[in-house]
């Protein structure tokens, strides 16, 4: 079946601008996560969602940073007058509640964010 | 607060030799704990997890974990390393012990000789 994909996969942006990144999840999965990956930091958490439950927003790294999930499926996260930090790759993954807390969380190929 | 440590950020090995890379966690509450996989320009795949059934975990492509409570350790090992096994390597542990998100070690780069 379809995984988890992203688009688009890659995006250069200038500085100041802003910057949708998609992501649509696994058919039926009701938990969506948003990562970032950079050099430095490694794998981050931003942005949890869990059906209608409201999102934990507890790894957002500023308010230029968020997201939505429409409809309980695809998700955008929207990132607003980028800088050169927020260069990364930006990982989103889905899971379905069966398993509870070992449900496996399937990964897209992410969005590479570079800010020039 | 949970973590995740892995020591070493490059690991080298030859061809046949054993993979040993090593992940210690910290957790107040049962941990569900995670190995990905991530080759090159891809996104993570999951290679096992430990979800307490089994203290030995066996995952995909000859991989296999071990949760030692009292070490507090979920080191992965392969007996015989392939030139495919080249990759990086991230440890997980589960927040809060339920459905929130994965805390990733740092990662380990696993380079394969011929």
């Known amino acids: 079946g379809a995984g988890v994909s992203q688009s688009p996969s890659n995006k250069v942006t200038e500085k100041g601008k802003d910057v949708e990144l998609r992501c649509d999840p696994i058919?039926?999965?009701?938990?969506l996560y948003w990562y970032r990956q950079s050099l430095g930091q490694g794998l981050e958490f931003l942005i949890y969602f869990q059906g209608n439950s409201a999102p934990d927003k507890s790894g957002l790294p500023s308010d230029r940073f968020s997201a939505e999930r429409t409809g309980g499926s695809v998700s955008t996260l929207t990132i607003q007058r980028t800088q050169q930090e927020d260069s990364a790759v930006y990982l989103c993954?889905?899971?379905?509640?069966?398993?509870?807390?070992?449900?496996?969380?399937?990964f897209g190929p992410g969005t590479r964010l570079t800010v020039t | 607060a949970q973590s995740v440590t892995q020591l070493g950020s490059h690991v080298s090995v030859s061809e046949g030799a054993l993979v040993l890379l090593r992940c210690n966690y910290s957790s107040s509450v049962p941990p569900y704990l995670f190995w990905y996989v991530q080759y090159p320009n891809q996104g993570l795949q999951l290679l096992l997890k430990?979800?307490?059934?089994?203290?030995l975990v066996k995952g995909i492509n000859g991989f296999e974990a071990e949760f030692k409570k009292s070490e507090t350790s979920f080191h992965l090992t392969k007996p015989s390393a392939h030139m495919s096994d080249a990759a990086e390597y991230f440890c997980?542990?589960?927040?809060?012990?339920?459905?929130?998100?994965?805390?990733f070690g740092k990662g380990t780069k696993l380079s394969v000789k011929p």
């Open positions: 993954a889905s899971s379905s509640i069966v398993g509870g807390g070992g449900a496996e969380q399937y």
């Open positions: 058919s039926g999965h009701t938990a």
């Open positions: 430990y979800t307490s059934a089994a203290t």
């Open positions: 997980a542990v589960r927040r809060g012990g339920s459905q929130g998100n994965l805390i």
